[in-house]
């Protein structure tokens, strides 16, 4: 019979349950977790990697979750003076309280701390897997510390004692062995983020009538319909093993090389890769190709979902229309959208996508629309970051890596990250490669250097040597490290471009916006592609003083968060696969925001000069569509780049290494057309691995390497170590940052510090500081509408504008879900025009719509 301590002991105090009615609650969770959801898949796994059984390795998780919490048994959590039932137990037993006080007493260590004490007592488990398990236990909450408290008190030992031996005797954990363990780091990192999950969900609102344990079979009817709900419960597989099963829009005989190709190697194969890099050109259907790859892995491992990621959230807004397109025809609930802009999409048309649940008060829809429990959705597609943070040293970092085992991951545009985000890919990659994640890894314009580094995370013997020169590429690496390449007969892109250079000074605007106007007079859809934002602006403003004949578009990333939605939906309308409203004659004036996956196609681009790869991916624009109707003069595609008079690349120079801008320029000047596909990889290879010419090549590849060197010494200071079969590496990580902080959240791109300002009408600029100064919560509703004011600049840059008198009186610091941002007292209209100005420093700041921020002097 309990004591009267032990009917006390608490866990949840609003409403009230007991310490071991929780920890039950979690041990079933878990146990459901991995025999009936979408975490079933990494059972088979998680067994191997123990050297258990599955019922074993279900019986350990469950008892893990069983004690997570057990250092809430403890004097120190369990006397709160601000719960009644608390305060009142301890006025009446007052012998039971801690006998001094304990600033920062962490229940997670105590867990740890208590459970080594118990497992030493009776030889539970050896040394190493004691520091193992406890330390899963203590990072359950993570980048948490706390003083270490022991409590002697034996009546407090007592309980801890009783409830851990009902644990054990109920569920029966295996005595496992450090030489059991075929991999230490990978074993006890998913359970580690299973325990995490586990207690959020064994937390939430289902739960919570719950005072005292309720019998297994109802507990476990009550999880599987909150799972279900929440949409972790387990995912239909895709059905087809061709093309034209998968996307019964396609026509056998319209298949393109690639598409056909990745048919004919993966369907129905009885050896299944675990990493693939499709190489081909821009517009050769490589999505549907690394799709279709991407499902035939998903079948043969047993993974529920997939991660699509690219390079941009513009790229990923797009995307997730295709795919989710492509889940309906399959009866499979909509993939999540997830980059930091992805609450700007429609609620309604999100929840069109949901095939499951109804409105419902609880809110319980929307349990994985937190960054942090995003990716544990089954089908996301978002950027490329949200799968680069699963190896960041963030808190709960270990959810995303979660996510990913239950996936295959989808990496589009592989080629246009720069040394540090590939430092990252690589961890990433080495975590895939030992949580058995399949990988697909899509590119127009990879590097051969870059795709070794890859290659070789799986097959660590094959050298530069070892790789296959043709294009379009199929390069597939199986378990075992044995590596295939299979080159494509054919392409569907078979065009010539007609490329031109104009020497420009750096920032000259007048006779670049001439050459646009002479470029469409007679007709055609242009796009005037630059390196930077500010000249973006000067040329659109250019081409209006110009008096030009046709429409003028700008896109850039600093427009306000709401109108630059509206212009990626604009451009996709304009210059998109449908043509209905194609204009006759148009300019885009854009930055890189549509060099990479936006499907638009103009008659000819003029362009500043970046390295090969990336200008060869600005072409993919060019043309794209062949069904489009052009102006006579444009019949061919036509390329002009712009070129500096001498070696002053000006602000292209600070973006990019002036040694790749040189030896693409020197190309450039050689090549009056580029042959697509055939010119692709072999001007790519020229620019990147050729030979030095000269001495100012030579320093200029110097400086270049040791820029590389910082950028990847920069991301070894975020990231988690390469995962180490013989050790548990997740406890060493001491530095752990939260991804809520600003600056965690922009380590995954290696720049300029940023920061985001939001220009605020006065009605809303005071709703907001109301609820500030009375410490209240700014509700999501509101933070939505205050974020679709916002823009980002770099932090430099606002620096700069800042005074101290003005920030205390028309710039208040946002909190909450608005922390990190400036919220700006503006003048003007916000609606329909979107046109604010604010003042700092003694100058004028404008969120104008047609030009996005701009920085003017006071009149």
């Not at 105090?13 to 969770?29: D, G, I, M, N, T």
């Not at 939430?204 to 799972?227: C, D, M, R, V, Y």
């Not at 047993?302 to 399959?330: C, E, H, W």
């Not at 205050?786 to 800042?802: E, F, Q």
Request: include cysteine; glycine fraction near 6%; charge should be negative.
């Amino acid at each position: 019979m309990k004591s009267e301590l032990e009917r006390f002991v608490w866990s949840k105090s609003e409403p009230r349950k007991s310490l071991e009615c929780h920890l039950y609650e979690a041990a079933v969770v878990i146990g459901i977790l991995l025999t009936n959801s979408i975490f079933s898949n990494l059972l088979p796994d998680l067994a191997e990697w123990l050297g258990l059984t599955e019922e074993e390795t279900v019986r350990l998780a469950q008892y893990l979750a069983g004690v997570h919490d057990l250092g809430k048994a403890h004097p120190i959590f369990a006397d709160n003076e601000r719960i009644s039932f608390a305060k009142n137990f301890f006025d009446a037993h007052p012998d039971l309280r801690f006998p001094y006080s304990v600033r920062h007493y962490r229940h997670e260590r105590g867990s740890a701390e208590m459970v080594m004490r118990i497992w030493k007592r009776d030889c539970l488990f050896d040394t190493d897997l004691r520091g193992f398990f406890s330390n899963i236990l203590k990072l359950h909450h993570q980048g948490k510390n706390g003083d270490k408290v022991s409590a002697d008190i034996p009546e407090w030992v007592n309980i801890q004692d009783s409830i851990e031996s009902r644990i054990r005797e109920r569920f029966r954990p295996p005595i496992v062995q450090f030489e059991q363990l075929r991999h230490a780091d990978a074993a006890c990192t998913v359970l580690t983020a299973l325990l995490i999950l586990t207690d959020w969900l064994a937390s939430s609102s289902p739960f919570a009538g719950n005072a005292e344990p309720i019998p297994e079979e109802e507990l476990t009817k009550q999880t599987l319909a909150f799972l279900e709900r929440i949409g972790l419960d387990q995912c239909p597989a895709v059905r087809g093993n061709r093309m034209t099963e998968l996307w019964p829009w396609m026509k056998e005989d319209s298949l393109r090389p690639l598409q056909r190709a990745v048919e004919e190697t993966y369907a129905g194969c009885g050896e299944m890769l675990m990493l693939t890099v499709l190489e081909a050109p821009m517009g050769e259907g490589k999505t549907e190709a690394g799709i279709f790859t991407a499902v035939q892995m998903a079948r043969y491992y047993g993974k529920t979902g997939m991660y699509i990621a690219l390079p941009t959230a513009a790229t990923a807004s797009q995307m997730v229309d295709r795919v989710n397109t492509f889940l309906k025809d399959q009866q499979i609930p909509c993939a999540r959208l997830l980059h930091s802009m992805a609450w700007l999409r429609d609620d309604a048309e999100r929840d069109l996508c949901q095939s499951k649940g109804s409105d419902s008060a609880d809110g319980l829809e929307d349990w994985l629309k937190p960054a942090k429990r995003a990716l544990l959705s089954p089908w996301a597609v978002g950027t490329v970051d949200q799968a680069l943070m699963a190896v960041l040293r963030i808190k709960y970092g270990v959810l995303r890596l979660l996510g990913l085992t239950g996936k295959v991951l989808v990496i589009d545009e592989v080629h246009a990250y720069d040394a540090y985000m590939s430092s990252i890919l690589l961890r990433l990659l080495e975590w895939c490669r030992d949580l058995r994640i399949p990988v697909v890894m899509l590119s127009a314009t990879l590097p051969r250097e870059k795709k070794l580094s890859f290659l070789k995370i799986y097959a660590p013997s094959i050298t530069v040597d070892d790789i296959e020169k043709g294009y379009p590429l199929i390069s597939s690496v199986y378990p075992g490290g044995r590596l295939e390449q299979i080159p494509v007969r054919g392409s569907e892109q078979q065009s010539r471009i007609e490329v031109s250079c104009r020497i420009t000074p750096p920032g000259e605007c007048a006779s670049t916006a001439a050459i646009a106007l002479t470029t469409v007079r007679e007709g055609g859809c242009l796009c005037l592609l630059v390196n930077t934002v500010g000249r973006a602006q000067e040329l659109y403003t250019e081409l209006k003083k110009q008096g030009a004949d046709c429409p003028v578009f700008l896109f850039h990333s600093r427009f306000s968060a709401a109108r630059r939605e509206e212009i990626e939906k604009e451009c996709l309308r304009l210059f998109g696969p449908r043509h209905e409203e194609r204009p006759g004659k148009a300019i885009l004036v854009a930055t890189q925001v549509v060099e990479q996956s936006l499907d638009l196609d103009f008659d000819a681009m003029i362009t500043e000069l970046a390295p090969m790869d990336l200008l060869l991916q600005r072409t993919g624009r060019l043309h794209r569509h062949k069904n489009t109707i052009r102006p006579t003069a444009l019949t061919n595609p036509r390329l002009t780049v712009l070129v500096p008079p001498g070696e002053d690349y000006g602000a292209s120079g600070v973006i990019y290494y002036e040694l790749y801008l040189k030896r693409t320029r020197d190309l450039l000047e050689r090549h009056p057309v580029i042959a697509v596909p055939d010119d692709i990889p072999v001007l790519v290879d020229q620019v990147y691995t050729g030979t030095m010419t000269d001495e100012s090549e030579a320093d200029a590849w110097f400086r270049q390497q040791y820029g590389d060197d910082f950028k990847a010494g920069q991301a070894e200071t975020v990231e988690l170590r390469e995962p180490d079969p013989e050790d548990f590496l997740l406890p060493g990580n001491n530095q752990v940052f939260d991804e809520d902080d600003p600056w965690i959240a922009a380590k995954t791109r290696l720049g300029e510090d940023s920061v985001r300002l939001a220009f605020l009408p006065p009605p809303l600029f005071e709703a907001v500081r109301d609820l500030q100064e009375k410490q209240k919560n700014i509700p999501g509703s509101l933070a939505q509408k205050i974020m679709r004011y916002s823009v980002s600049i770099r932090r430099k840059t606002w620096d700069g504008l800042a005074s101290g008198e003005e920030e205390q009186t028309s710039c208040l610091d946002g909190e909450g879900k608005l922390f990190g941002m400036k919220l700006l007292c503006a003048a003007g209209e916000a609606e329909p025009v979107e046109t604010l100005t604010a003042e700092a420093a003694g100058r004028q700041l404008v969120l104008d719509r047609e030009r996005g921020f701009l920085i003017h002097d006071k009149q």
